[in-house]
């Protein structure tokens, strides 16, 4: 028996009715009687230390409220911003993570660095009277290069954090890596520099800060993808207020990729304001400030080299990356570039052994965090990237190559050599589907086709795996992780058979409330339109550790799973007894309780009336219908697949375009087809746009930003992009009840090496992403 | 301040407001439409896109003075009677919105651009659609809905 609009279903979205008809509520939609407008003062300069503020001329500008400095924040008792994931050094020591204050109080690191706060009646006269701050710096000179921070005799920008290095990791077996290259019969090399990204969600980051002086609570509604976690956060290390007095609310969000994770300087110092004027406050970035401030991601510069025997078998692999972390440790930037990364190393592929050593060190640019990925793209390219250059030394075609090497289906649980530990997964499988979809054999005869043409023809494979549902809290707190990563659900009957649904995942596009609404449908028989999914908001939800890391079917949707079991097995109490049967002699289908060999049953909304209505109950159980769950799972997940583009190049311009592109993903089961889609379209576009078009470029002299708005950064446009071939193979997550794997990143991991890989066989030259035509041009016409 | 009246969605409106308010901020500030969105501050994601006489025009590019007795339509004002526009329902059909951010401006555009070009091809729409930045969809299901919603029109 299967349910209308259950689980497998292509069910079109229930958020979308107030989208399509301009009636979502974005946090700039939001508007507090006698609310003021608050604007950040930013650093002009990269480096600099702060002599004196004068705020006296802009203090009397009209409609001024009030104007506060780091200086304020610290008189208060106000902590510092944090990093909860600790990373230790090769030689035991702890990350350097220096003191980062909402606003600076003796230097500023980073064009942009929060200055002080202007609160006015208007947003207009808190601009005008920013201008009349006068702010003594004494300025110095920046560094912005993550190689040139970490050589010596570089700027020093942190005390703490001498030579600018903020930790020197390792994972691997060094000693039987070397042993293993020692006696190898070939090995490749590579050099790569992974991209500095500008996530650019389209809605712009804003708070809303309010207090209530009667109750002492305050009321932060901002937009952010895990609002339990900001309110820890915000309560624990900075002292803004304790938990119980500081609700965050994160409504519409227009889109995340990561970037809206953080605790931002922002946020905290709009609740703080609040507070201290004691009327509400709104601070809203322009596009200008988003560049200046979201976390920027990626920003890796890799040497690595890979072992291979005659037979073309991997023998071992090692690599050794520079990880920029910008000027101040953002929320989880420690992990990105170490178990994140360092972890996926062994890619799909058998490995014996695998060494990696990561340098990450402070400069003087915005702080990078995790984006779409965090971690994943960056390993995949590497690894993606050292299989096509190794193929090419040992004259294979790269897909056989990869296929030689592969994880065999039969191999799970398979241990890799870092740690990871891959629960199932059909590697050729994958590669195999995308290869017919995109008729890779008939690649040699379009090749041909566009050389008649005079034009240059290239085929890229990228055969990713990302360890996703980023959980069980018992493994990354032994990595270092400062928090537990499970997730929390309550699913609640109205007496009248309607359901709401409580999550701690929050959606900002990810359509969780109609995913989640189709688990209900699916395993308790109730309409979707009858149930209603409630996230983001502390007051409401139990707790939620938020989405990021593709993690909130996987571990979110289970929770609603365990919670819609409990509600199953009280429902088989009631049902019992209503029907005069045991318990045991109960059965359950999609919110139908019968009792075995009759006809007798009863539906789901007539058992939850029951348990409102109690009059004709089993004595020894509580009434209500509302059960809630914490969902920890035993292990990530590990979805991977194959995605191939293919490219045709004009060598008298330079101009890549993406002729055709399959994407193979195996996400395990999937819920809703069509929103799956999605997430991959969305992913690649992503990807492409980091190997084509996207790059943070900063002015290494005076460490200004060079690519600070849309007409500088290259965002990925309609006529950008190709249509693409999307296909699924799904072999089951054994680590969760839904058997799911998670989609949201699988785009943005493999789109940047298939298409790079691409590129380089169609010029025959390594060029670094992005691809740009000029770039691409001088690479063809170089020697 | 200026005094500027334009009609609305159909309904005639008129506020006093500073010479250079943009005619977004009077859209969203005064009248409280707010489903128009503001995506930059350069004139370059068409998330402020609303129809002036007809023709889709990025509303953080204009004054509000400039569209002194105008007839404007905003997302608000594209259904009618209850009933979504073609436009909104093939985006919701062929799930060519995401997070949702950019789409008023997207759905507003892509009205103009088939009104202008009743039958138009994949590239046509990729080229129209160059001024709206969208991050979340990858334009793939974008170009269907638009391609879906001419044809529910009649092109
Ligand atoms: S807000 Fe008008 S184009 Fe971006
Ligand atoms: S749907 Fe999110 S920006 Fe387009």
Redesign the interface.
Known sequence: MSVENGIGASVRRKEDQRFITGNGHYLDDMNRAGQAYGYFLRSPYAFAKIKNIDLSAAKSAPGVVDIFTGADMVADGIGGLICGWGITSKDGSPHKAPPHNSMAVDAVRHVGDQVAFVIAETLEQAKNAAELIEVGYEVLTPVTNIAKALAPGAPQIHEEAPGNLCYDWELGDKAAVDAAFANAAHVSKIDLVNNRLSPNPMEPRAALGEYDAGSGELTLHTTSQNPHVARLIMSAFLGIAPENKLRVVAPDVGGGFGSKIFVYAEETTTIWAARKINRPVKWTADRSEAFLTDAHGRDHVTHAELATDNDGKILAFRVSTKANMGAYLSTFASAVPTYLYGTLLSGQYKIPSIYCEVQAGFTNTTPVDAYRGAGRPEATYVVERMMDTAAKDLKMDPTEFRLKNFIQPDAYPYETPVIMTYDSGDYPLAMNLAKEMIDYNGFAARKAQSEANGKLRGIGVAAYIEACGIAPSAAVGSLGAGVGLWESAEVRFNPTGSVTVFTGSHSHGQGHETTFAQIIADKLGVPIDSVEVVHGDTSKVPFGMGTYGSRSLAVGGSAIVKAVDKIVEKSKKIAAHLMEASVEDIEHEHGVFSVAGTDKKLTMGEIAFAAYVPHNYPADLEPGMAENAFYDPLNFTFPAGTHIAEVEIDPATGVVDIVDWAAADDFGNVINPMIVEGQVHGGVAQGIGQALLEGVIYDEESGQLLTGSYMDYCMPRADDLPNFRVATTNTPCPSNPLGVKGCGEAGAIAGPAALMNAIVNAIGKDIDMPATPEKVWRAINSN | MTTVSMTVNGKKVSADV?PNTLLVQFI?DNLR??????????S??G?CTVHVNGDSVKSCTMLAAQAEGADVT???G??KNGE?HPM?AA???N?G????????GM?MSAVDLVKRNPNPS??T???E??G????????????KSVKAAAENMGG
Do not use: M, S
């Open positions: 500073a969203r439409l707010t489903g128009t969105h503001v995506g930059c501050d350069t370059q994601c998330a905003t997302i608000e594209l259904a979504l909104q985006f919701k059909e799930h919105l995401q997070c949702g951010f950019c789409t008023p759905i994949e590239e729409i990729r080229t659609l160059e709206n930045i969208c991050r979340c969809t990858g334009y793939h299901n974008i170009v």
